[in-house]
């Protein structure tokens, strides 16, 4: 079996960071979304990936090879974002007949990734959810099965939200789908979607079961991001700042910070997490995420993002700033 994790979207949502930084490469709970998605695969058992790779893909092959030196990857340019339907039909050279668990890119999920990969039929993630016009939903019939599946419906027949997990054992129908919806030109919302392959599949009598996954951190908005930081935080037990002694500095829990971090005169936390290399001095942070190589100077600051090789300085702000950017606010 083959994971296959797209990540070569733009990041629209999380601008300024994504202009530098993929989304899928921003700090979160002393991790990056990326990192946790691998570490979840590798402990199920899978350990060949496939990387859909486009703007700032460098940052993603720099990172994996750095992280994870020994994993068996594979990585395919998406130089024409059509959407994740093409995305992932572009692998069919890399995947061939393998099993796939697709797992996008910003989805990071509680579920038992080991039951999913080892079962005998093909899964998708599901959760539910308020207003699902804005997710792919799955319609389930009264044995326990998918029946139907559809994209972002305008008036939607179910509440269950497709999470952007996907575990598929026919991938040969899958490629097939694909492709036959790509040489038809069918777009759902402008753009060549999964899940209509997916439904496809469903018509041409492929059996799909959903499993619910119990928690879905969204990663594609800065305060939904500042969420999930504060749950993964709470999950991941980040406590480890208190064995580091920090000048005149009170740390509230959870709260991670990266190697090489200067931190003086300060309050950091709660639900905080601070890159490596950064220096804070005379500062409250609290419930933020902070870049890599940042300096931080007599500055308030709460529900923020600050991205990496960044300084600021100077009074009470709630921010949202990508790298490489210096700001006196005195």
């Avoid at 090789?309 to 950017?325: M, P």
Wanted: proline share 4%; aromatic share 6%; with cysteine.
């Amino acid at each position: 079996m083959k994971a296959i994790i797209p990540v070569a979207g733009a990041g629209t949502k999380l601008r300024p960071h994504s202009y530098t930084q993929p989304k899928a490469l921003i700090p979160l709970a002393g991790k990056t979304v990326l990192s946790i998605i691998i570490d979840q695969m590798l402990e199920a058992g899978i350990d060949e990936f496939v990387f859909i790779v486009g703007y700032l893909g460098d940052k993603i092959r720099d990172y994996v090879k750095a992280k994870y030196p020994d994993l068996k990857a594979h990585y395919v340019q998406q130089i024409d974002r059509q959407g994740i339907g093409h995305a992932i039909q572009i692998t069919r050279e890399v995947v061939n007949d393998d099993e796939v668990m697709v797992v996008l890119g910003d989805t990071i999920c509680d579920y038992n990734v080991k039951a999913v990969v080892e079962s005998d039929c093909s899964m998708l993630g599901v959760r539910k959810v308020d207003d699902p016009r804005e997710f792919g939903v799955a319609e389930i019939d009264e044995n326990g099965f998918i029946d139907h599946v559809v994209e972002k419906p305008h008036i939607p027949k179910s509440n269950m939200a497709l999470v952007g997990i996907y575990k598929i054992k026919e991938s040969q129908q899958l490629f097939q789908c694909l492709e036959s919806n790509y040489m038809k030109g069918l777009r759902t919302h402008g753009e060549y979607s999964l899940t209509d392959a997916l439904d496809c599949m469903l018509k041409q009598g492929v059996k799909f079961k959903p499993f619910k996954v119990e928690t879905w951190f969204d990663c594609g908005r800065k305060d939904t991001l500042l969420e999930s930081n504060a749950t993964l935080l709470k999950k991941f037990d980040a406590h480890n700042t208190i064995q580091h002694q920090f000048e005149n500095t009170v740390i509230i829990p959870p709260v991670s910070i990266g190697e090489g971090c200067d931190i003086k005169n300060s309050i950091i936390g709660p639900d905080v997490t601070i890159g490596e290399n950064t220096r804070i001095n005379y500062s409250i942070v609290r419930n933020s995420i902070i870049g890599s190589f940042s300096n931080l100077f007599d500055i308030v600051l709460e529900a923020s993002i600050i991205g990496s090789d960044t300084g600021l300085k100077g009074e009470t702000r709630t921010l949202s700033i990508g790298d490489n950017t210096n700001i006196d606010l005195g």
